[in-house]
């Protein structure tokens, strides 16, 4: 059975373990910066405890909310970029980089995680200057190269052996990899980035991506960004039946039997309970209508922002 | 608040009726037949006691059942189409038509919303070959001209209006109007076709569409042809509810309090304790993760059906 | 025989006339203006000998040069869009406007002829505010509607009859309709923009549309924005073929016979000479390898100067 | 200067020599089959001579002739695919193939070069299955996999680096590579279909290829599969003169000094004279007006065909 409170985002995992708990994360630490209309949340994972609970490898995890994103004025867009920058220069600029791949993970066919190619498309590279017109490289540029290598479904390979190819051939010493993820919460769909220093995990978002990239599999430090453009199908029917059983014990009396059967619903028995009623939802994944129009957005602001961190000579 | 009994397929209204009363709708004749791979269900609505019951207008409703069209072998989508051009004759040709305007409801931007501009992209027309070119007109040929109007929000004009606009400068006779519908049920998305010879209703799929086109509004026949692409999030949420509470029902001693508390929630109750908890999904939609292709297979099966069944003189 | 000389640019119709004769054209005034990267060239045809040695309807046509829109930061694309905004309002402020109607000509299935639909997708429409929530309209603001009619091939109805059906049912008091042109020059592709006062002509573009979209035909003024996004294959034959005479009679000895041939050769020889050579490329255009990036940028360009022209309260 | 005689098809490189020299080019065998409405020509240059005379590695060319392929009903293209799948049998049977990898080569972002990319979300990959669930695998099943490694503009890597990287990991025994090719003649675009044992030579097609997908560079046999979408802008005004120079010399008298100028232009001096004549067409192509449409139809016939000659058990 699908394991229902997975999520990808570093700060669901902490707001489901305070919210359950009612204090902080051991072995995390959380420091948080309100810009205008932008919070950024830095999560640090700093022990295998605090590795344990959150579900997550040990490592940094900057969370930008921007909820304006969605709306999308070419202004305001162009300032997220910069911020963006900012933070994606906080994780990458602490390696001695040269020559850096971008990977767009992703289904170029599925609209909702097509944001990896799309932003691909739009970093501008500079690889092939330094191989073939060496005479033309400009002091402070670094090497940028990209790839879209497509999803297991279509292309009948993992991932991570096509990128595992790829670098064993151009030998890049830091990867960012950008990639939609799935949200538990509506609200964060096409209004959140995350960026993290611990690489890809596993299983993660819409596609079906098994081996990590990561440094333990690639052997040089992946830097992630995402940003959730679904939520999915059966998280959203677990999450209304646990709404629906608040509201039911908000409006029971207290020493009612009803009370007590609600609150006697431990999880174990509310997953088998639903674990039926969920399953013809497997295949299906909830998006915002105006879907196709935000990817397009979206990656014109990640490409933008890699492309500053990355070329910061090009935007002085 | 949004009537989540709502559905915009005739063989559902009746489903949800038999379901909650164990019997035939009154003033509704069925009839069904079996081929390979298809069923067909024909409903008749022959009076207002019917339509009032079923929610809808008084006319013939044709439903495909293909549960393989989400697969769709080049073979088996031109199968359906021979199909499909038959059922569309079945309610086209009791019409003396000379002169066809297919309208492809729809927005182009929004991938599951886009059927019918992708229809109207396929469709075969022939109107301006009478108007510019009469010398190569054959026997037997019909004029048919097509259209996609686009949705109030792209265009801030009602559907209907431009209809109207188009249709007194054109005068059809009859109008065949494509639209992708929202289903109670996810196993209907994509293999389900439902033609009708009563016009598309006011509020009907995804869109805003207000006015209806039908013959009262527009003077002339409007054969809909209608395919569920998304499951509305809020009635899946509700629906979610549903099998919850029955599955309660189900796993509760007969005689206790819970089980009694449970049989009395009626769905006014219901509905009003779970207002709250589907609002945030107001601007979604549940579509399957392939819908882009879908939606491409399943504009050529249409097309090609109403190529067919207009032009069957090219088909010989 | 396709005419040759045709251009839908008033510039060039000018440049033609300027290189042949040497002076400026009669019964017309050119009014320059240069910016930074942009060069604005009014030109006003005031009498009909004017209209008939352009080639063109009496009337103001107002030409940006703009040669990096190809390349398209998003800073100078803004800035693009504020001076054609200004550019739009000398023209459209002359008349009483309350109720604008956008029009998007051209194929949305052609790449390069699908600038028109991609605006009409981006322009802020309100006229449904107007009809739907009167309370939330605000002082200043104008009705503002949208249409993409599709192309004859597609809906086998003219262009013309689809927006005059529109027209009589919404009375706009002007009508700004979006095209893709056909341009003489690969220069000019991607980087010209014209807007005039004179509607659309019979003919233009890539499309086949025959009735003008004029005062005369729809009873309203018609604020016609082109921007060249091909060149014409057969068109681009006969340059090359004048190109090469050219070339071929500065190498040649003064006296000689052969270049007493070629001075003969005066263009109706040349044209039915090469009437042959071109027919291959009847049905070809000549593109920008980049082309589908360059529309989807000039589609954002142009619907912002509209924006900022028709909703110049929402941008202060 | 680029090489106005280059062209990717066997044929026409056939073609151009026996009308400069009017007899079969040595070392080259040549066989014709013409079945209904597909003319099939199957070239083997066998010798060094040949391959020198002809621009080509040694090796077979079959090349599919097929002027209905624009028009595409849905059933003569599923015959094109079948026709196709017994050719591409011929080249890749003599082979022992048990995993093949399918390369889709050019860029998905400009319409006429996303021919590959396309296929490759078409083809039926199977290789997963193997590796993740090898109880599914059946009696006669191959491996297949397949990739759209991009182009060198938009990754920074050459494309022969990124499938060595794969092949690699991988380790096929056989790459099928489909690619968009240019052709000189604006009668083959999207109507003809080379397949070669000898692998995607350097330079070719619409892209920057520069090092060759072939025995030589990956260790295992490529089978090119490629269909003209473009005809490059210099090659047309080049054919244009040509054409332009024969007419000239047909309408003059034999004994005048201009048409012994005309045949004393020789190749170099021509050359020369037109260089200055094509330079603003560098970054041009000439493509059909509905491309688009045809690049997704062909997309769909050369999967189909792949399909069937990979997966024939699928088929029966």
């Given at each position: 059975m699908v394991d229902l409170r997975r999520t990808d985002l570093a700060i669901e995992s902490r707001e489901l373990y305070k919210s359950d708990s009612g204090r902080e994360v051991?072995?995390?630490?959380?420091?948080?910066?309100?810009?205008?209309?932008?919070?950024?949340?830095?999560?640090?994972?700093?022990?295998?405890?605090?590795?344990?609970?959150?579900?997550?490898?040990?490592?940094?995890?900057?969370?930008l909310e921007i909820p304006d994103m969605r709306m999308g004025t070419p202004e305001f867009n162009h300032y997220v970029s910069r911020?963006?920058?900012?933070?994606?220069?906080?994780?990458?600029?602490?390696?001695?980089?040269?020559?850096?791949?971008?990977?767009?993970?992703?289904n170029w066919n599925v609209t909702p995680d097509a944001l990896g190619p799309k932003v691909v498309s739009r970093v501008v590279v500079t690889r092939h200057v330094f191989e073939f017109a060496p005479e033309e490289v400009k002091p402070g540029m670094l090497s940028v190269s990209a790839i879209a290598p497509g999803v297991l479904g279509i292309t009948g390979i993992e991932t991570a052996d096509i990128i595992k190819g790829v670098v064993d051939r151009i030998k890049p010493d830091l990867i960012v990899a950008i990639d939609a993820l799935a949200s538990r919460s509506t609200a964060r769909v096409a209004s959140t980035i995350q960026i993290s220093d611990t690489g890809v995990s596993p299983g993660?978002?819409?596609?079906?991506?098994?081996?990590?990239?990561?440094?333990?599999?690639?052997?040089?430090?992946?830097?992630?960004?995402?940003?959730?453009?679904?939520?999915?199908?059966?998280?959203?029917?677990?999450?209304?039946?646990?709404?629906?059983?608040?509201?039911?014990?908000?409006?029971?009396p207290q020493n009612s039997q009803f009370y007590q059967l609600l609150k006697d619903l431990n999880r174990d028995e509310k997953y088998s309970l639903i674990k039926e009623v969920i399953s013809p939802y497997?295949?299906?994944?909830?998006?915002?209508?105006e879907i196709d129009e935000m990817i397009d957005d979206m990656a014109g602001i990640v490409a933008e922002g890699i492309n500053i961190a990355l070329h910061s000579n090009m935007y002085q």
């Open positions: 051991p072995g995390v630490e959380v420091d948080q910066e309100k810009l205008e209309n932008i919070t950024i949340t830095r999560v640090n994972i700093f022990d295998p405890q605090g590795s344990m609970t959150m579900g997550k490898p040990m490592g940094n995890y900057i969370t911020i963006l920058s900012i933070e994606l220069n906080r994780l990458m600029r602490r390696f001695p980089i040269h020559n850096v791949l971008v990977v767009g993970l992703g993660a978002g819409i596609g079906n991506r098994r081996t990590a990239l990561d440094y333990s599999t690639l052997g040089i430090p992946v830097i992630a960004l995402g940003i959730p453009t679904v939520v999915d199908a059966a998280t959203m029917a677990n999450d209304t039946i646990d709404l629906l059983i608040d509201s039911l014990i908000k409006a029971t497997d295949n299906l994944m909830v998006t915002p209508k």
